[in-house]
């Protein structure tokens, strides 16, 4: 890997999203919307104040799993990423350049949809509110990560969106945010400890009653490391072009 290939790479894609403004109003405006939504439903209530922290986690990652996995699949249905691959560029610096620069966006997405729901709709959060901001950075990143790797098993972009329901749906279903994972079947709950987005919604569980950093690391570390696995198995199942 080469770190001006891969910064390139990010400069290239970051580009191509700033000249595509329904995909920054995805990524930017989307979660902010629905957030604002949730907050006028249920106004004078505290329900914001309790299920906030969580959906500002989980819109995101939904989100930039969307986008990745079907920008990345663009790349190669068009010939673009054949053309590059062709060149010195690798598959770790195109996967990482990919990486980079969705994370950037991320980072952006996360720390503006904190600064409406927390400075425009009043979200009052009783952990650390630095920590809420990482968990839910990195789960946007683990959401653009995924789709990397999501784009590999996909033919066309209506396949690529096809994957958000395998990939998300169980997740979504086996975090603990519909019920306590301790109340669920016994291999539900088993399966769900292998699955990412349980990690990040216990963080943010556990920060919207109180906690700090210290009691959600174990959580946080477990993230990172899906997001990488998560790189490896994108950079290594990617695909020149579809066949």
Same mark, same amino acid.
């Given at each position: 890997?080469?770190?001006?290939?891969?910064?390139?790479?990010?400069?290239?894609?970051?580009?191509?999203?700033?000249?595509?403004?329904?995909?920054?109003?995805?990524?930017?405006?989307?979660?902010?919307?629905?957030?604002?939504?949730?907050? /006028?439903?249920?106004?004078?209530?505290? %329900? =914001? $104040?309790?299920?906030?922290?969580?959906? *500002? @986690? !989980?819109?995101?990652?939904?989100?930039?799993?969307?986008?990745?996995?079907?920008?990345?699949?663009?790349?190669?249905?068009?010939?673009?990423?054949?053309?590059?691959?062709?060149?010195?560029?690798?598959?770790?610096?195109?996967?990482?350049?990919?990486?980079?620069?969705?994370?950037?966006?991320?980072?952006?997405?996360?720390?503006?949809?904190?600064?409406?729901?927390?400075?425009?709709?009043?979200?009052?959060?009783?952990?650390?509110? /630095?920590?809420?901001?990482?968990?839910? %950075? =990195? $789960?946007?990143?683990?959401?653009?990560? *995924? @789709? !990397?790797?999501?784009?590999?098993?996909?033919?066309?972009?209506?396949?690529?969106?096809?994957?958000?329901?395998?990939?998300?749906?169980?997740?979504?279903?086996?975090?603990?945010?519909?019920?306590?994972?301790?109340?669920?079947?016994?291999?539900?709950?088993?399966?769900?400890?292998?699955?990412?987005?349980?990690?990040?919604?216990?963080?943010?569980?556990?920060?919207?009653?109180?906690?700090?950093?210290?009691?959600?690391?174990?959580?946080?570390?477990?993230?990172?490391?899906? %997001?990488?696995?998560?790189?490896?198995?994108?950079?290594?199942? !990617?695909?020149?072009?579809?066949?």
């Amino acid at each position: 890997m080469s770190v001006r290939l891969t910064a390139a790479t990010a400069r290239r894609v970051l580009a191509q999203i700033r000249h595509d403004p329904r995909t920054v109003a995805l990524i930017m405006v989307l979660p902010c919307v629905l957030l604002w939504l949730v907050a /006028w439903m249920f106004e004078g209530t505290d %329900v =914001l $104040d309790q299920f906030g922290p969580l959906l *500002l @986690g !989980l819109f995101p990652l939904i989100v930039m799993f969307l986008v990745t996995s079907v920008a990345t699949l663009r790349e190669r249905t068009s010939g673009t990423l054949e053309r590059l691959m062709a060149s010195p560029l690798g598959r770790g610096d195109l996967v990482a350049g990919y990486a980079l620069a969705f994370g950037l966006l991320a980072v952006v997405q996360g720390l503006v949809l904190t600064a409406v729901t927390v400075g425009l709709l009043g979200m009052q959060v009783a952990g650390s509110l /630095w920590v809420v901001v990482l968990v839910a %950075v =990195l $789960d946007a990143v683990l959401g653009s990560t *995924l @789709g !990397l790797a999501a784009s590999a098993a996909a033919r066309t972009e209506f396949q690529a969106v096809q994957m958000m329901p395998l990939i998300i749906f169980p997740q979504l279903i086996t975090c603990g945010l519909l019920m306590p994972r301790d109340q669920m079947p016994a291999v539900l709950e088993a399966i769900s400890r292998v699955l990412p987005l349980t990690y990040g919604i216990d963080a943010l569980q556990q920060l919207a009653a109180g906690a700090t950093f210290v009691d959600v690391r174990g959580d946080v570390l477990v993230i990172a490391g899906f %997001v990488v696995a998560a790189v490896v198995v994108g950079a290594t199942t !990617l695909r020149r072009r579809t066949a």
